[in-house]
């Protein structure tokens, strides 16, 4: 309530209720005298600028704007990289027990909490093959923030922190990896990929040096394709002292396959809003969990969760009956105790229903998923590295831009034929790049239709390209501009001047 003389802020009105609006209409008042009891202070002078409507005429509203987003719960979602998987409602369910706690509960009254979150660890680190796991980082991004400051803070210990002040990332890598490296206060050196699609060993030697902190390496990497060199590769960077970090946004591949641990990595992040569910928008919610080998662990944010012979939980920083073991070499706090918590829930959740089994299945799926559909599209799309997918494929419809439809015209044809459109223009190095994964959840009539409607759109390129400038015809919004989308934004609804 606005304290007594200060203005109350105009409500921005929804335009299609301010349309539909007529005096006099409204929902059910609660029509009491009650209003007596309010301070002559508080209470308001003038009616709220509100548009009158009656309460099913909101509702319709609302839900009318609801069925005009396309959601996981209403279609595919093939977009590469950023894993859009089935979300089973349990694990909303298990995620909404927890809405109550706050992040600074003591750990007397949350032993249930501290039990998941730890053994959430427990089978991150299993996963892995790496030695523990800090749940603080909320997003990949974050994570891989986190990692390079732990990366800082391992070679400030061995006196080499001056020294160290290159990162390098391969030319196929998420534009993250740079962008974080580059906040750390890093230099990056980008090295370019072989003709098979994997790091080019030799560009990376020739970059390698003792002035580099660290490597950064998708794998497998953004061409969906496993690193066939990846243990010669950490060989290369650990021979320089430096250190090698997983990017593991999507883990979705390797469960149960092979443990990015054994191959050699020093680290590695995982989103599990991508591998372990969680549908997740531009901008969250996501956690990105980072687990590391026994070296690093020192620096890792704190407080950690420590397990008592006894079976009981608690913080080592703050342990109320306690001497706090203080921060120690540890980078410090990078999100409050437990995280983007509902997120961790959702995961372990995830985990449990599964079983190991089930995760093995679910990355078998996968790879069998995109294999299939690569294997559908293979005549008439062009691939990018032709050589075997794991869990995605990145295709490249230049083939198709010289007959005169880019991979943004696919996209938008793909929303026309009732899809959500896959990713294009990543990674940066496939012209006209469209990046797919199906997700193992898919059944294959699904998987089927989405081929259809891909091999259809390759049927309008060859006979009516232009047609494709125009679409969608049948979304509510047509083509944006996109130049003038992303240098001015409109980002709510403005009343015409
Ligand atoms: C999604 C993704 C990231 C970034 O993760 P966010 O949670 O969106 O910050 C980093 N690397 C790769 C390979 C990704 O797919």
Same mark, same amino acid.
């Given at each position: 309530?606005?304290?007594?003389?200060?203005k109350?802020?105009?409500?921005?009105?929804?335009?299609?209720?301010?349309?539909?609006?007529?005096?006099?209409?409204y929902?059910?008042?609660?029509?009491?005298?009650?209003?007596?009891?309010?301070?002559?202070?508080?209470?308001?002078?003038?009616?709220?600028?509100?548009p009158?409507l009656?309460?099913?005429q909101v509702?319709?509203?609302?839900?009318?704007?609801s069925?005009?987003?396309?959601?996981?719960?209403?279609?595919?979602?093939?977009?590469?990289?950023c894993?859009?998987?089935?979300?089973?409602?349990?694990?909303d369910?298990?995620?909404?027990?927890?809405?109550?706690?706050?992040?600074?509960?003591?750990?007397?009254?949350?032993?249930?909490?501290?039990?998941?979150?730890?053994?959430? =660890?427990?089978?991150?680190?299993? @996963?892995?093959g790496?030695?523990?796991?800090?749940?603080?980082?909320?997003?990949?991004a974050?994570?891989?923030?986190?990692a390079?400051?732990?990366?800082?803070?391992?070679?400030?210990?061995?006196?080499?922190?001056?020294?160290r002040?290159? %990162?390098?990332?391969?030319?196929?890598?998420?534009?993250t990896?740079?962008?974080s490296?580059?906040?750390? +206060?890093?230099?990056?050196?980008t090295?370019?990929?072989?003709?098979?699609?994997n790091?080019?060993?030799?560009?990376?030697k020739?970059?390698?040096?003792h $002035?580099?902190?660290?490597?950064?390496?998708?794998?497998?990497?953004?061409?969906?394709?496993?690193?066939?060199?990846?243990?010669? &590769?950490?060989?290369?960077?650990?021979?320089?002292?430096?250190? &090698?970090?997983?990017?593991?946004? *999507?883990?979705?591949?390797?469960?149960?396959?092979?443990?990015?641990g054994?191959?050699?990595?020093d680290?590695?992040? %995982?989103n599990?809003?991508k591998t372990?569910?969680?549908?997740h928008?531009?901008?969250?919610?996501?956690?990105?969990?980072?687990?590391v080998?026994?070296?690093l662990?020192?620096?890792?944010?704190?407080?950690?969760?420590?397990?008592?012979?006894?079976?009981? /939980?608690? /913080?080592?920083?703050?342990?109320?009956?306690? =001497?706090?073991a203080?921060?120690?070499?540890s %980078?410090?706090?990078?999100?409050?105790r437990? +995280? *983007?918590?509902?997120?961790?829930?959702?995961? /372990?959740?995830?985990?449990?229903?599964?079983?190991?089994? +089930?995760?093995?299945?679910?990355? *078998? $799926?996968?790879?069998?998923?995109?294999? /299939?559909?690569?294997?559908?599209?293979?005549?008439?799309?062009?691939?990018?590295y032709?050589?075997?997918?794991m869990?995605?494929?990145?295709?490249?419809?230049?083939?198709?831009?010289?007959?005169?439809?880019?991979?943004?015209? @696919?996209?938008?044809?793909? @929303?026309?034929?009732?899809?959500?459109p896959?990713?294009?223009?990543f990674?940066? @190095? &496939?012209?006209?790049a469209?990046?797919?994964?199906?997700?193992?959840?898919?059944?294959?009539?699904?998987?089927?239709?989405?081929?259809?409607?891909?091999?259809?759109?390759? $049927?309008? &390129?060859?006979?009516?390209?232009?047609?494709?400038? $125009?679409a969608?015809?049948?979304?509510? %919004?047509r083509?944006?501009?996109?130049?003038?989308?992303?240098?001015?934004?409109?980002?709510?609804?403005?009343?015409?001047a």
């Amino acid at each position: 309530m606005p304290e007594s003389g200060a203005k109350t802020p105009e409500p921005a009105l929804e335009p299609l209720l301010v349309e539909l609006a007529q005096p006099g209409r409204y929902g059910r008042h609660v029509r009491s005298n009650d209003a007596a009891d309010i301070p002559e202070a508080f209470v308001r002078q003038a009616p709220l600028r509100l548009p009158e409507l009656t309460e099913p005429q909101v509702v319709r509203h609302y839900t009318h704007l609801s069925q005009l987003n396309y959601s996981v719960d209403t279609g595919m979602y093939p977009l590469g990289s950023c894993t859009m998987k089935y979300n089973p409602k349990v694990n909303d369910r298990a995620a909404a027990l927890f809405a109550d706690l706050h992040p600074r509960q003591s750990y007397r009254t949350t032993q249930g909490v501290l039990a998941l979150a730890y053994e959430l =660890e427990q089978m991150l680190a299993k @996963i892995t093959g790496m030695n523990f796991v800090s749940l603080q980082p909320q997003a990949g991004a974050q994570s891989e923030f986190t990692a390079l400051l732990v990366f800082k803070a391992y070679h400030a210990k061995r006196g080499e922190a001056a020294q160290r002040r290159r %990162i390098i990332v391969p030319d196929s890598a998420h534009g993250t990896n740079p962008a974080s490296a580059a906040m750390c +206060g890093y230099e990056v050196t980008t090295v370019k990929s072989d003709a098979r699609g994997n790091v080019d060993l030799d560009a990376l030697k020739g970059a390698l040096g003792h $002035d580099v902190a660290g490597f950064m390496l998708t794998n497998p990497n953004t061409l969906g394709l496993f690193e066939e060199r990846v243990s010669e &590769v950490c060989d290369a960077v650990h021979a320089v002292g430096g250190l &090698v970090y997983g990017d593991g946004a *999507n883990m979705n591949a390797l469960l149960g396959v092979t443990r990015p641990g054994d191959l050699g990595f020093d680290c590695i992040h %995982i989103n599990v809003h991508k591998t372990f569910s969680t549908p997740h928008g531009a901008g969250g919610p996501g956690a990105g969990p980072l687990c590391v080998k026994a070296h690093l662990r020192p620096f890792l944010p704190k407080p950690w969760i420590v397990k008592e012979a006894d079976g009981s /939980y608690h /913080y080592d920083t703050a342990r109320e009956d306690r =001497e706090p073991a203080g921060l120690g070499d540890s %980078i410090g706090t990078i999100k409050q105790r437990l +995280g *983007n918590f509902g997120v961790l829930v959702r995961a /372990y959740t995830y985990m449990r229903t599964l079983g190991e089994e +089930g995760l093995v299945e679910t990355s *078998n $799926d996968a790879i069998l998923a995109a294999n /299939y559909l690569l294997a559908r599209l293979r005549g008439r799309y062009q691939v990018a590295y032709d050589r075997t997918p794991m869990h995605e494929f990145v295709l490249t419809a230049a083939p198709q831009k010289r007959k005169g439809a880019s991979a943004l015209d @696919i996209a938008k044809g793909l @929303i026309d034929e009732g899809f959500h459109p896959s990713s294009v223009y990543f990674p940066l @190095i &496939v012209p006209e790049a469209m990046m797919i994964e199906p997700t193992e959840t898919e059944p294959k009539e699904t998987l089927d239709a989405f081929a259809d409607a891909l091999l259809r759109i390759a $049927d309008r &390129v060859d006979t009516d390209a232009a047609s494709l400038h $125009d679409a969608p015809v049948t979304a509510p %919004i047509r083509r944006l501009d996109e130049v003038s989308a992303a240098r001015k934004p409109v980002l709510r609804w403005q009343r015409p001047a």
